[in-house]
């Protein structure tokens, strides 16, 4: 990885649930729809353990329990007030996410998957259901470019 290319992750932040809510936010829908995609991105860096020592150490209760699936993904992201950046990630969860995340496949990923015929990406409902389907989605995603960067 380039000096230029390490300096941008370190400062990145991929995602912000008050960018949603603030903008083009359906009114009818409560704030914390805002935060589903983002949880759902988040539960699926915790599976895979590739957060941060940080995130670890700041959030290992609420981690603990993602797994146990005691409290879903709306919820882990409130935690962080639908924070998404570099700090939470350790080097190859930063990487995957810069490519992934930020290029835009997530959503792309999401909307296809998850909100299909429905009016916007924030009326997905949180449920295991659709978590265990984007994260299969995300698995893919992420043998493939596991495979590029061999």
Not at 40 to 68: C, Q
Not at 73 to 81: A, F, K
Not at 92 to 108: I, L, P, R, W
Not at 112 to 125: F, Q
Request: net charge negative.
């Amino acid at each position: 990885m380039t000096l230029e290319k390490k300096k941008v992750l370190d400062k990145t932040i991929y995602d912000n649930a008050k960018n949603h809510f603030l903008g083009n936010f359906p009114d009818s829908l409560p704030i914390e729809q805002a935060y589903l995609h983002i949880g759902m991105y988040l539960g699926w860096i915790i599976e895979k353990e590739l957060y941060s020592e940080f995130f670890e150490d700041e959030a290992g209760t609420e981690i603990f329990r993602f797994k146990r699936r005691q409290i879903g993904p709306t919820i882990l992201s409130e935690i962080w007030d639908g924070y998404l950046g570099y700090e939470l990630f350790n080097r190859e969860g930063n990487m995957f996410t810069y490519f992934y995340y930020a290029g835009g496949v997530f959503k792309k990923d999401y909307q296809k998957l998850l909100a299909g015929d429905l009016p916007s990406l924030y009326h997905v409902t949180d449920t295991w259901e659709n978590y265990e389907l984007i994260k299969t989605k995300i698995n893919e995603r992420y043998e493939e470019w596991k495979k590029l960067i061999s």
